[in-house]
């Protein structure tokens, strides 16, 4: 789940992370009173979409007087903003941030995310923050300094200060900025994040150390824990498909292919993506309905894959263990008769119930053809997806 940056900055607050004054707006008019109301006279106003990038898409602008802040205003909100992480259809703006202006001495980046490998919390700092941070970890990893520490005995200070250091934080501002650090890192640890990210953190003329933007997303698993955080979801920001099956507890991701996949366990659902791509084809999505789905979840889950315009073709894969097999063949066969089924559809069934799961499919009128293995499910369903 991820969340806005006036969001992030209101959880990091919590944390003692030094900010600017900034006010949320839904109008150019809502921008312009922001402007005012926090005084100064220059100030940043920011689009407010959940994606990176937003500065070279033309989503962050500088004003220096109040009529600046509303040309900008006028020109990012309601705009479709295209970044590298939007794709070419971009994001429709309809919120701004304005945000207070601020003597930058230097811009760095900061971000903590679970590293697999040692299962444990990274902490990233580089000297060389800023909107070019992708490249610099591209071209030059060794610019990107680490720090590691157990979720369960939280960041040491001496940690923090050795990241701050490595970073190139001035000496004056080190103690401030390992400050910092460490919130970031009880934030992620108790908020259950994903990712924290702080990029730009800049230090400023006089010394201090502000968290100039802010961008988080969470543990969809864990919400349950947090339900202020669970309160900031933007569902326009949101996949509809990926909140409707959200609502039937389906692990759900839309892709850009012609193949719909009906898959039950996470593993055998990429390797089904996987084979499907070997053989030529492009999966339309990642779908596993779990290993104990009722026929209704099922049901869901098929017309779900059908809703999409774009599919082609159908592959169901099932290795029944605790999921049977008959429980997702009267799924397949409720879906397919409510939506009028159109697009031919590949089955391979193994495991508990199958003979009674394909007994159902044969007597069901409908068009499906059965695979003997994935192989073979695999070339089936990309021939029919080409025919």
Known sequence: MKIHEYQAKEVLKRYGTPLLQARVAYSVAEAVEAARTIGGEVWVVKAQIHAGGRGKGGGVKLAKSHEEVRAAAEKILGMQLVTHQTGPEGKKVNQLLIEAGCQIDHEYYLAAVLDRETARVCLMGSFEGGMDIEEVAAKRPGAIKKEFFDPGEGMHGFQAR?????????????????????????????????LVEINP?????????????????FDDNAMYRHADIEAF???????????????????????????????????????????IKLHGGEPANFLDVGGGASTERVTAAFKLILSDPNVRAVLINIFGGIMKCDVIAQGVIAAAKEVNLKVPVVARLEGTNVEKGRELLDKSGLKIQSATDLTDAAKKVVAAARG
């Open 201 to 217: 953190l800049v230090t400023t003329k006089d010394g201090n150390v502000i968290a100039l933007d802010a961008k988080m997303s």
């Open 233 to 275: 979801r933007d569902f326009s920001e949101e996949v509809p498909e990926e909140t409707e099956a959200k609502k039937y507890d389906l692990s759900y991701i839309k892709l850009e292919g012609s193949i719909g996949c009906m898959v039950n366990g996470a593993g055998l659902a990429m390797s089904t993506m996987d084979i």
């Open 162 to 194: 050795r990241l701050a250091l490595a970073m190139g934080i001035p000496a004056k501002s080190v103690n401030k900025a390992a400050g910092l650090i460490l919130g970031v890192a009880r934030c992620f640890v108790n908020e259950d994040a994903a």
